[in-house]
């Protein structure tokens, strides 16, 4: 069993950073992927960026390139969104998730472990 939880949400301006952090506990092996998820009021949950624990490769939806880095830390068993440029539509609910396979995936159905989320608020 994995558990996950995030931490790091709140509120920002446009064009400010946050930095999101999920601690992974339990059988977290080298083979898993992480990814990060969001949902806004209304909409699906969505997919963001993904990291294979080890390697390090990354994979990230298009409206987030260029301003979100997703990245681990082996050693403390932690995934991390660093996100910058922030804009209004950012604003959601961000997930982390675990997947049991070295491959990165972008659907949600794809892992299953998830955390709790947390609130990203990003103001105009």
């Known amino acids: 069993q994995v558990q996950l939880v995030e931490a790091g949400g709140g509120l920002v301006r446009t064009g400010g950073s946050l930095s999101l952090s999920c601690a992974a506990s339990?059988?977290?092996?080298?083979?898993?992927?992480m990814g990060w998820f969001r949902q806004a009021p209304g909409k699906e949950r969505g997919f963001v960026a993904a990291?294979?624990?080890?390697?390090?490769?990354?994979y990230y939806t298009d409206s987030v390139k260029g301003r979100f880095t997703i990245s681990r830390d082996i050693a403390k068993s932690t995934v991390y969104l660093q996100m910058n440029s922030l804009k209004p539509e950012d604003t959601a609910v961000y997930y982390c998730?675990?997947?049991?396979?070295?491959?990165?995936?972008?659907?949600?159905?794809?892992?299953?472990?998830w955390g709790q989320g947390t609130q990203v608020t990003v103001s105009s």
């Open positions: 990291i294979v624990w080890s390697g390090g490769s990354t």
């Open positions: 339990g059988r977290i092996f080298s083979n898993y992927a």
């Open positions: 998730a675990a997947r049991p396979s070295p491959i990165v995936a972008s659907g949600k159905s794809a892992y299953n472990y």
